[in-house]
């Protein structure tokens, strides 16, 4: 692939559908939450990204910056993760409203989750309608932040996940990318790439996050202390990235977290609130920036 003449994404304009329309745990009929945010769905016929002009930097920095604005034109994907002990999947929006809908595949406090821009569902599982009363989910919203304004439920998890973010990072400031080698990937060959960075600097760069965000996502990136942080990078032959993995150590700690892209900008994918019949309000909850 080195050498090869790829095409660079550029952003197009992906119009996605809002409809009221619920999912159930316990298998009732679909019902429309009253009161609840817009799920966030990928219209069929909405546009897929397309490459029309060749970068002209094909150095390793200049390919991550035209990973990054491929990703951001993606805007969502199927993302299977694991994050130290924790691991799950399910799709992925980060863009233009956040919307996360994953199934947990190690033990946890509930089965699934769900966040809709800024309320979440937590449930899908007879634990928690043996709970409620036969209801299998739990609606709630996190307190805002020291300006008043609305936060995301489980923002550290979907900041970890976030492709953007990680290529943010990648491509930030006093970075220096290096080009690892060509691998192969399941059924495609694939370019890998490596920075080497810490914890504090990758969530420094994420300027469109409030501090108080960007801090949870510090204290995500380094549990139990670690500091320094490197990150390998897998594309594609569009510079989509289909693979990150994050490793690093510090005092009395260390980071292992990796994490799949597939069915990028897909257009069936979809991040829906439960039906409100099925559904709990919980009110407010703190979450801890290192929740899963």
């Known amino acids: 692939m080195a050498g090869r003449q790829r095409l660079a994404a550029v952003a197009v304009v992906v119009l996605l559908t809002s409809g009221l329309s619920g999912c159930s745990g316990g298998g009732d009929a679909p019902a429309t939450p009253s009161g609840s945010p817009t799920p966030t769905s990928a219209s069929p016929s909405a ?31 199927k993302v299977s ?15 233009p409203k956040t919307a996360l809908q994953i199934k947990r595949s190690t033990p946890a406090e509930a089965e699934q989750l769900i966040v809709v821009d800024t ?41 970890l996940l976030n492709p ?41 760069a994420q300027t469109q996050l409030t501090q108080s965000r960007r801090d949870g996502l510090r204290a995500a990136l380094a549990p139990g202390g670690s500091l320094s942080l490197t990150l390998d990078l897998w594309l594609n032959d569009k510079d989509q990235l289909v693979r990150l ?44 920036p290192l929740a899963r």
């Open 47 to 77: 546009a897929s990204p397309s490459a029309h002009a060749k970068p002209t930097d094909r150095s390793p920095h200049g390919v991550l910056l035209s990973a990054q604005l491929a990703m951001q034109t993606a805007r969502r994907a």
């Open 81 to 95: 993760y694991r994050l130290g002990a924790d691991a799950g999947s399910g799709p992925l929006f980060w863009q």
């Open 119 to 159: 309320v979440a569902y937590q449930g899908g599982d007879t634990a928690t309608a043996a709970r409620q009363g036969g209801k299998h989910w739990e609606r709630f919203t996190v307190p805002p932040d020291a300006d008043g304004h609305k936060e995301i439920p489980y923002a550290g998890l979907i900041d």
């Open 164 to 204: 953007v973010e990680a290529l943010t990072a990648a491509t930030a400031e006093g970075t220096v990318p290096e080009f690892v080698g060509e691998e192969k990937f399941e059924d495609s060959t694939v370019e890998h790439y490596r920075v080497t960075t810490t914890a504090e600097k990758y969530a420094a």
């Open 245 to 288: 993995q994050r490793t690093g150590s510090g005092d009395s700690g260390q980071a292992d977290d990796s994490v799949l892209y597939t069915d990028l900008a897909g257009a069936l994918l979809s991040a829906q609130a439960p039906a409100e019949t099925d559904t709990v309000d919980t009110g407010v909850r703190t979450v801890s």
